[in-house]
């Protein structure tokens, strides 16, 4: 059962993760007719862009984050884009999206420049997270969890994020035993996804360096958050 705090936490994440979603505008982009690698890399370059505004609006929203140092706050940031936005593209493909999003979003990713060596580890991933069918609040307490991790680049104040990633990680615990009470391994399972998320997060490193070879640009807030340029 839920104490009166993690009741709290839990409808706070909740209400933030329903709120922060990729406008319907931009998201419905994703079904114009062009299929080039350069018209998808563009269209994905949007989504990404519109993914970073939407998840620092959610960060900001994690009860406790404002009160951390405020250079902390941006190193988590930094350091978790990559794989927060692996976990929503991940949630996004596998939730069945509006008509026809999730081929269309498959069919973009595949053929935007991004080699094969990443391509596969990228949908490997993306399918192991969908045999998990996570719940909602799973969904929005693991990306929370992610954003929470202590041992990024440049954090000072590891205790302090520590504390935090360990108030979400007792809440998710609990909403594992809750929603799948057969699996007891269920839990470990979600923390697994945690660490198959920071390969991919080096993948995704050199994914940028391939496509920066080719002369490919970023948004200035893809820049920033990914130190590109
Ligand atoms: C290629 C790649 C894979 C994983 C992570 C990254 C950062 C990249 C990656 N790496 O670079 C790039 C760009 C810059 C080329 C990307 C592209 O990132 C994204 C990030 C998010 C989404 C996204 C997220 C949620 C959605 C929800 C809905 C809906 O609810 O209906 N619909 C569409 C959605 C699209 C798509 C591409």
């Known amino acids: 059962s839920f ?32 299929y080039s690698t350069e018209e998808n890399f563009l269209l994905l370059t949007e989504m990404a862009t519109s993914q970073v505004q939407v998840l620092v609006e959610f960060t900001k929203n994690i009860p406790g984050f404002l009160s951390l140092d405020r250079e902390d706050q941006i190193a988590l940031l930094k350091g978790s884009a990559v794989e927060a936005m692996f976990l929503r593209s991940a949630q996004a493909l596998n939730k069945k999206m509006p008509i026809g999003h999730t081929e269309v979003l498959e069919e973009r990713i595949r053929k935007s420049g991004i080699s094969e060596e990443f391509i596969k580890p990228m949908f490997n991933f993306y399918k192991s997270i969908g045999e ?14 992610t954003i929470l991790t202590p041992d990024r680049p440049y954090v000072k104040d590891q205790p302090a994020v520590e504390r935090l990633q360990e108030t979400a990680l007792d809440l998710l615990r609990k909403m594992c035993v809750l929603h799948h009470p057969q699996e007891p391994q269920y839990f470990a399972r979600l923390l697994g996804r945690l660490t198959e ?32 340029q």
Do not use: G
């Open 3 to 34: 104490t009166k705090e993690q009741q709290a936490l839990m409808k706070v994440i909740i209400d933030a993760y329903n709120k922060h979603q990729i406008p319907q505008d931009v998201a419905k982009k994703l079904l114009q007719d062009k």
């Open 132 to 145: 998990l069918h996570m719940v909602l609040e799973e969904q929005a307490l693991l990306t929370t969890i």
């Open 197 to 228: 998320l920071r390969t991919l997060s080096h993948y995704h490193a050199e994914m940028l360096a391939s496509w920066r070879v080719n002369d490919h640009k970023f948004t200035p807030l893809l820049c920033e958050i990914w130190d590109v």
